[in-house]
């Protein structure tokens, strides 16, 4: 090739080059590249979201009056608001700020042309300034917002990612810097050719964080590792993911039960029941590359409360000799145990001997916080009671009613019956209830044996006495045989005393022998 030629060619390659670069200054009417300079856009800063952006659009757009344009215009405006309309489907939207799909980038550069074609054929500069022009400036704030979103969202994400997305984070300026770079120039339609650049290079860079990230899982509610005696439980917990938006739902396991719950701006909730004993409960969450992380816990529920076996006493009973309580408790996640003997520590299997009244108190609770508790008294005694009689006249012949009372005493138990029985060497066997007397109305003479037992039944000693009772008078008789007879010769009389049996026996006989005198008054006795 000679150096002609291939000079030619080099400077071919340079005007090709300068005619690409001065094509955004010198484009054809009604081209993208058409200039809008002398418009004088402003396009403000706002924080209304892109779909609310586009929606105002398309309401401006409607606006117009389809019956006062020509065919081929009235075609533009239903393809711009058509354009539009495509791109609010919610088939390239995540939410209201973020895309997922960079077609609508392209539907909205092609709405665009057509309005700025409508802008250059518009007759009335107000159509232009209150409808047209209002229209394209929300489409950039719209395509701006959405880059400018993108590109924060992939630089936070970039913190999380071991991929290297810098340079597609570098781009995503660039790209961005050169949208606004046209609209300073008046060149709105490029402008949204190079906010969807800048997005798409923002949405790369944030790909690559989130295929290489794994959603992290937490279960916040129950706690992990908890013993609980309380069935129902809100399940809650947050998922954390680069893009989290794209997660809608987490996958729980409960034992052998599995559904899904919604994921709500990275959380979730549930009503659960537990069941008895073992509960394992996993949530699990994906995202679009099927990297999988999950949150697991376990925990236990247990309603039964512990269960307190004593054995070798029982309540409300009296000993008479030394005992020794065996204490068991079973359950399956005990936790601790308190065994108290008249609130001092006591053990099981310890033997007491002292007599005392006790309070045997057991409680237990388990890890779950269920408790039982059993109280249990008793008394160990080991004096024999006490018991006697207030009779004074004990072995003494009377002869006026009688009335006993026994009287029995025991310190620690108290006591518990009181017998007795009538008759030398008898065992006593008759029960007598308090207050423990006894009446004697008749001629007798009785050997009464007694005895108490304390509530322990330890015996008293037997005791006795003696009631020698007389009511009966004793008579006499005489053996002269000439009662009211006079006689000639000195007599001899013979008094003769008795008294029925039982008797107290003839202590003593008085005579007088004065007319109707009274022998007892007397003082002569007879031997």
């Given at each position: 090739?000679?150096?002609?030629?291939?000079?030619?060619?080099?400077?071919?390659?340079?005007?090709?080059?300068?005619?690409?670069?001065?094509?955004?200054?010198?484009?054809?009417?009604?081209?993208?590249?058409?200039?809008?300079?002398?418009?004088?856009?402003?396009?403000?800063?706002?924080?209304?979201?892109?779909?609310?952006?586009?929606?105002?659009?398309?309401?401006?757009?409607?606006?117009?009056?389809?019956?006062?344009?020509?065919?081929?215009?009235?075609?533009?405006?239903?393809?711009?608001?058509?354009?539009?309309?495509?791109?609010?489907?919610?088939?390239?939207?995540?939410?209201?700020?973020?895309?997922?799909?960079?077609?609508?980038?392209?539907?909205?550069?092609?709405?665009?042309?057509?309005?700025?074609?409508?802008?250059?054929?518009?007759?009335?500069?107000?159509?232009?300034?209150?409808?047209?022009?209002?229209?394209?400036?929300?489409?950039?704030?719209?395509?701006?917002?959405?880059?400018?979103?993108?590109?924060?969202?992939?630089?936070?994400?970039?913190?999380?990612?071991?991929?290297?997305?810098?340079?597609?984070?570098?781009?995503?300026?660039?790209?961005?810097?050169?949208?606004?770079?046209?609209?300073?120039?008046?060149?709105?339609?490029?402008?949204?050719?190079?906010?969807?650049?800048?997005?798409?290079?923002?949405?790369?860079?944030?790909?690559?964080?989130?295929?290489?990230?794994?959603?992290?899982?937490?279960?916040?509610?129950?706690?992990?590792?908890?013993?609980?005696?309380?069935?129902?439980?809100?399940?809650?917990?947050?998922?954390?993911?680069?893009?989290?938006?794209?997660?809608?739902?987490?996958?729980?396991?409960?034992?052998?039960?599995?559904?899904?719950?919604?994921?709500?701006?990275?959380?979730?909730?549930?009503?659960?029941?537990?069941?008895?004993?073992?509960?394992?409960?996993?949530?699990?969450?994906?995202?679009?590359?099927?990297?999988?992380?999950?949150?697991?816990?376990?925990?236990?529920?247990?309603?039964?409360?512990?269960?307190?076996?004593?054995?070798?006493?029982?309540?409300?009973?009296?000993?008479?000799?030394?005992?020794?309580?065996?204490?068991?408790?079973?359950?399956?996640?005990?936790?601790?145990?308190?065994?108290?003997?008249?609130?001092?520590?006591?053990?099981?299997?310890?033997?007491?001997?002292?007599?005392?009244?006790?309070?045997?108190?057991?409680?237990?609770?388990?890890?779950?916080?269920?408790?039982?508790?059993?109280?249990?008294?008793?008394?160990?005694?080991?004096?024999?009671?006490?018991?006697?009689?207030?009779?004074?006249?004990?072995?003494?012949?009377?002869?006026?009613?009688?009335?006993?009372?026994?009287?029995?005493?025991?310190?620690?138990?108290?006591?518990?019956?009181?017998?007795?029985?009538?008759?030398?060497?008898?065992?006593?066997?008759?029960?007598?209830?308090?207050?423990?007397?006894?009446?004697?109305?008749?001629?007798q003479d009785t050997t009464?044996?007694?005895?108490?037992?304390?509530?322990?039944?330890?015996?008293?000693?037997?005791?006795?006495?003696?009631?020698?009772l007389d009511k009966t008078d004793?008579?006499?008789?005489?053996?002269?045989?000439?009662?009211?007879?006079?006689?000639?010769?000195?007599?001899?009389?013979?008094?003769?005393?008795?008294?029925?049996?039982?008797?107290?026996?003839?202590?003593?006989?008085?005579?007088?022998?004065?007319?109707?005198?009274?022998?007892?008054?007397?003082?002569?006795?007879?031997?």
């Amino acid at each position: 090739m000679s150096k002609k030629t291939n000079l030619t060619m080099k400077l071919t390659i340079i005007l090709f080059t300068l005619v690409l670069m001065i094509m955004p200054l010198a484009g054809g009417k009604g081209s993208p590249n058409d200039n809008l300079d002398d418009l004088n856009l402003e396009i403000p800063e706002t924080t209304e979201t892109p779909t609310t952006l586009k929606q105002e659009s398309i309401d401006l757009m409607n606006l117009l009056n389809l019956s006062e344009y020509d065919e081929d215009s009235a075609d533009k405006i239903n393809f711009i608001i058509t354009n539009i309309q495509e791109s609010l489907n919610p088939d390239f939207w995540w939410n209201e700020t973020i895309a997922r799909d960079d077609e609508i980038f392209a539907l909205e550069k092609d709405a665009a042309q057509q309005i700025r074609v409508l802008i250059d054929r518009e007759k009335k500069p107000e159509v232009n300034q209150s409808i047209l022009v209002p229209a394209i400036i929300k489409l950039i704030q719209a395509d701006n917002n959405l880059a400018v979103l993108a590109r924060e969202e992939a630089d936070w994400a970039s913190q999380f990612s071991p991929e290297d997305v810098s340079s597609y984070l570098s781009d995503a300026t660039e790209h961005h810097d050169k949208a606004w770079w046209h609209i300073e120039r008046g060149y709105p339609v490029v402008a949204i050719d190079f906010f969807g650049k800048s997005w798409n290079a923002s949405h790369t860079a944030l790909l690559l964080s989130d295929q290489s990230t794994t959603p992290e899982v937490k279960i916040e509610s129950p706690y992990d590792g908890i013993y609980t005696n309380v069935p129902g439980w809100a399940l809650n917990g947050t998922v954390f993911d680069v893009r989290l938006y794209t997660i809608p739902e987490v996958s729980v396991t409960h034992n052998s039960d599995a559904y899904t719950l919604p994921l709500v701006a990275g959380t979730f909730t549930d009503q659960i029941t537990l069941e008895e004993n073992n509960n394992t409960i996993n949530v699990s969450a994906t995202d679009l590359f099927t990297n999988t992380g999950s949150g697991q816990i376990s925990l236990i529920l247990d309603t039964i409360p512990p269960e307190i076996t004593i054995t070798g006493v029982e309540d409300k009973t009296y000993y008479n000799y030394d005992i020794t309580p065996h204490i068991e408790i079973f359950d399956l996640h005990l936790d601790h145990v308190t065994i108290r003997l008249n609130n001092d520590a006591f053990e099981s299997d310890t033997t007491i001997s002292e007599e005392s009244d006790y309070i045997l108190e057991v409680s237990a609770a388990d890890k779950a916080m269920n408790t039982a508790s059993e109280t249990l008294t008793f008394t160990i005694d080991k004096t024999p009671p006490l018991i006697t009689d207030d009779y004074a006249d004990d072995g003494i012949w009377v002869n006026e009613d009688q009335t006993v009372t026994l009287i029995p005493t025991d310190e620690l138990s108290g006591i518990k019956e009181v017998k007795y029985c009538e008759g030398a060497g008898c065992e006593p066997d008759k029960m007598l209830d308090s207050p423990y007397r006894l009446y004697y109305a008749t001629d007798q003479d009785t050997t009464v044996r007694y005895q108490a037992w304390d509530k322990a039944t330890n015996p008293s000693i037997i005791g006795e006495y003696n009631v020698k009772l007389d009511k009966t008078d004793p008579t006499t008789s005489d053996d002269y045989a000439f009662n009211n007879i006079w006689i000639n010769s000195d007599p001899t009389i013979t008094i003769m005393p008795s008294d029925p049996s039982p008797s107290s026996g003839i202590v003593w006989t008085k005579y007088c022998q004065i007319g109707e005198c009274d022998p007892a008054r007397g003082n002569d006795y007879i031997q």
